[in-house]
């Protein structure tokens, strides 16, 4: 069906957006700092993206895509970066108000330095593949800095948390979209093993696109950013 995609779009955001005005939660009074962090993200991405599809690193299949077109992506794809990112948001905030307590802080720094090692150990043994040099190269930029070089605010035993929620989802939405497919990897340009019709490197993937959209909303939060939107 030529609507699978933005469907898929469509559920990603539906109940996020729904809930956003939760009493709690108040989530649509923080989308000043929301969308500023989305659209420098997706901003970031949507190239990362086009490279890939002109590299044949990942195409999308015409079955399942309504045939709209910017940049040489599909209109669900650059969707995706809004819708993706919110709900991840979304989640993150949901735990910060409802489940101030977390018991992650004390591991998160040996968390981050495991995943630092990961992605040198995958950039040594995958540096001939793109999606793996970059998905990794790019992951380890942002989580060394953010652990590293920012000291203004200390986020992420509450960002590794969330990440562990949003892989539910992920795994739902992800293996719609694998699985179908419509995305279609080529195993020549990355490491090769799947979870199920997910390529590993979309585990970190994940990782890297909630990291910097997280590390900015909070940066905004911080310093009480107007809209830019």
């Known amino acids: 069906m030529k609507s699978t995609y933005l469907l898929i779009n469509i ?19 923080k989308w000043k700092f929301v969308f500023p962090a989305i659209l420098i993200t997706g901003a970031v991405f949507l190239i990362w993206d086009m490279l ?12 399942y895509i309504i045939g709209i077109n910017l940049f040489g992506l599909p ?17 993150y905030e ?4 409802y489940f101030p307590n977390n ?7 040996a968390i981050s330095n495991l995943i630092l090692g990961i992605c040198v150990a995958l950039l040594f043994f995958g540096y001939n593949r793109w999606y793996t040099l970059i998905n990794f190269g ?12 920012n000291f203004e605010f200390r986020f992420m035993y509450r960002f590794f ?20 497919p419509v995305v279609m990897y080529n195993d020549k340009q990355n490491m090769g093993f799947r979870v ?13 696109l909630l990291l910097l959209n997280i590390y900015l909303y909070e940066v905004f939060k911080s310093k009480g950013v107007k809209s830019i939107v």
């Open 52 to 63: 890939f599809t002109q590299l044949n690193v990942w195409s999308f299949n015409p079955k």
């Open 75 to 91: 209109l669900e794809e650059m969707l995706f970066f809004l819708t993706v990112p919110y709900a991840c948001i979304f989640i």
């Open 103 to 109: 018991n992650l802080q004390k591991y998160s720094l």
């Open 138 to 149: 790019f992951l380890f930029l942002v989580l060394a800095y953010v652990e590293y070089v």
């Open 94 to 97: 949901c735990l910060n108000v």
């Open 11 to 29: 559920s990603v955001i539906l109940f996020p957006l729904a809930l956003s005005f939760d009493k709690k939660v108040h989530f649509f009074s």
């Open 161 to 180: 948390r969330a990440y562990l929620v949003a892989l539910i989802p992920f795994y739902i939405v992800n293996g719609f979209l694998t699985a179908i």
């Open 196 to 208: 199920g019709t997910i390529p590993f490197e979309d585990h970190f993937y994940l990782m890297g």
